[in-house]
C-alpha cells in the first residue's frame, strides 16, 4: 500500500496494490499491520456497507465522546469524500479537504477522531463500504451542515442539487456547535 499525500494533517489517503489481469482483480482492503506502519495504529472495531443513487450526499458526520476514525472506501461507481477539521486550536480548523473514490482507482481515506466525514455520489450509483474503529452510537453521533457557508465546500454537484437525508438537510453549522465538540489539536 502507498501513502499519498493530503494537504490536512491527520487523514490520509491510500493507494491499495491492485493485483490485475484479464480474470479482473484482487487487492488486499486492510491489513492491520500494514496500516500500524501507515501510522494508523486503531483497531477497526465495525464494518458498515452503503448503497446511493447518484447527487445523494451523506454527512458530514462524526462522533463525540471518545469519538471515532474511519476507513473509507468505493467499491462500486464514484464518490467525492470529504473530511472536515473539527479540532479546536488545528492550524486547519474548519477546513476541508476531498478526495474522489472510485471502484477503479479502489483509493481509501482514513478520516481520524476529530474530523467530520461526508460524501455525494458522484456515478449513477454507489457502493461506500467503511470501517470504524468505535461501534456506531446514536447517542454519540453529530452532524454539521454539509453546506456550511463558512467551511465552503465545493462539491461537484451544485449544493442545491444533493439529496441529503431530513437530519443531513437540518444539520447546524459548525459555528453553531464548535463549543460542544471534545475535539482538540
Given amino acids: 500500500m502507498e501513502l499519498l499525500e493530503t494537504r490536512l494533517d491527520g487523514p490520509k489517503l491510500i493507494a491499495p496494490k491492485v493485483l490485475a489481469d484479464q480474470r479482473g482483480f484482487?487487492?488486499?482492503t486492510?491489513?492491520?499491520n500494514t496500516f500500524a506502519e501507515l501510522g494508523i495504529d486503531e483497531e477497526m472495531v465495525?464494518?458498515?456497507h452503503s448503497r446511493s443513487a447518484r447527487a445523494i450526499v451523506r454527512g458530514m458526520h462524526f462522533q463525540v465522546g471518545a469519538g471515532?476514525?474511519?476507513l473509507v472506501r468505493c467499491g462500486r461507481g464514484a464518490i467525492f469524500d470529504?473530511?472536515?477539521d473539527l479540532r479546536r486550536g488545528s492550524p486547519t480548523y474548519a477546513q476541508w479537504e476531498g478526495f474522489e473514490l472510485t471502484d477503479d482507482n479502489q483509493r481509501?481515506?482514513?478520516c481520524p477522531i476529530g474530523f467530520a466525514h461526508g460524501f455525494c455520489v458522484v456515478s449513477d450509483v454507489a457502493d461506500v463500504l467503511y470501517k470504524q474503529s468505535r461501534y456506531y452510537d446514536d447517542a454519540l453521533e453529530r452532524g454539521i451542515s454539509y453546506r456550511d457557508p463558512d467551511i465552503g465546500i465545493e462539491w461537484p454537484i451544485p449544493a442545491d442539487e444533493l439529496i441529503p437525508s431530513e437530519r443531513d438537510a437540518s444539520a447546524p453549522t459548525l459555528a453553531e456547535i464548535a463549543d460542544?465538540?471534545?475535539f482538540v489539536y
Fill in 30 to 32: 486492510y491489513r492491520r
Fill in 108 to 110: 481509501i481515506v482514513y
Fill in 68 to 70: 471515532t476514525s474511519k
Fill in 26 to 28: 484482487f487487492m488486499e
Fill in 82 to 84: 470529504v473530511v472536515v
Fill in 46 to 48: 465495525q464494518d458498515n
Fill in 180 to 182: 460542544e465538540l471534545p
